[in-house]
């Protein structure tokens, strides 16, 4: 197991860009959000291992877009850390609400989200063909719809 004793969280305005399009294939996409949102990486002695942007959306609401983890390094608690900032954040910025979305074929985020107190609100049918210009590949499917989750805020943290 990973020893993420030395895992720091610190916003940035430069985000690796090979991360940002890991956990969104869209250059287009990430190109409209980016310049809204604010950045985060996590570093883990002193390399960028992972990254999320905090997107304000309506009143009261905020997203979490683009959270990523370098390959070699998911599923050691990387991204728990990164949403469990997000949520404090999010928190700390005076937000009601967090939101997330996933593709419908990702199914470790849904569960990594679910896990950490994300509940699902809705699905987005036919997001990704909609909006992206070569489909979308994920575990060996075609990805579709993106499945909404969110958290209420107001109430106390897991």
Known sequence: MLYLMNLE????DA??????LLADECPASVDDYLPRGRCHVALLDGEVVGQYILLHTRPFTAEVVSLSVAPALQR?????????HAVRTARTL??????????????????????????????DRGYFTRFYPAPVIENGLVCRDMVRLSMDLDRPAR
């Not at 050691?76 to 469990?84: A, M, S």
């Not at 979305?101 to 609100?121: A, H, K, N, P, S």
């Open 9 to 12: 969280i610190l916003p940035t």
């Open 15 to 20: 985000p690796p860009r090979d991360l940002l």
């Open 76 to 84: 050691r608690g990387i991204g728990t850390r990164l949403l469990d």
């Open 94 to 123: 005076g937000f009601r609400r967090l939101e997330i979305g996933t593709g419908d074929t990702g199914f470790d985020q849904l569960r990594l989200y679910e896990r950490c107190g994300f509940v699902r609100c809705g699905i």
